[in-house]
């Protein structure tokens, strides 16, 4: 019965890894950010859309634009002159890159559309962000926003809430 186990320890010494060999080192440099976020409380920015009637918005297909605003200060753009923002939450699944409204709201049947001043879609979870050049000192970020109705789906009307979380990139 020795034989069998010595063969099994010599078979199982043969399965060790070789020793590693130091051969990747990491190095690099942690810097503050470019410019810093201007809060209004603990929010960037608070969107109030105008009161607008379901039948209304059903015969539009979406409200006015609101503005979306975002200011940065002391910014320092020796080093990155250009910031991308992104956009993440929950997105509206029947409405693929606008934001959801919160399930907690009464309103349901809408979503929620963000763009550039130019009309270039800022998608909610998109791929790649929306790029702004920055100047030294002061700068502010605009983007639009709207309530967009559901194709097929009578809105129901009430208050509701959508929440946006802003990544800033410095380039």
Request: charged letters at 15%; one cysteine or more.
């Amino acid at each position: 019965m020795r034989k069998p186990l010595y063969a099994l320890l010599l078979w199982s010494a043969a399965l060790l890894p070789a020793e590693a060999v130091d051969n990747v080192h990491f190095t690099g440099t942690l810097t503050s950010g470019s410019c810093d976020l201007v809060l209004q409380g603990d929010l960037l920015d608070e969107v109030v859309f105008p009161t607008m009637s379901t039948s209304g918005l059903m015969a539009r297909g979406q409200s006015a634009k609101v503005p979306v605003t975002f200011e940065l200060e002391n910014c320092d753009v020796s080093r990155k002159g250009r910031v991308s923002i992104k956009l993440t939450g929950a997105e509206d699944g029947d409405l693929p890159g606008y934001l959801a409204i919160d399930g907690g709201s009464v309103a349901s049947g809408i979503g929620i559309g963000i763009e550039t001043l130019d009309g270039a879609a800022v998608a909610i979870n998109g791929n790649s962000g929306t790029t702004f050049t920055l100047e030294a000192g002061h700068n502010t970020l605009h983007l639009n926003a709207w309530i967009q109705a559901k194709t097929g789906v009578t809105p129901v009307a009430g208050d509701f809430t959508a929440t946006a979380t802003a990544t800033f990139e410095y380039l």
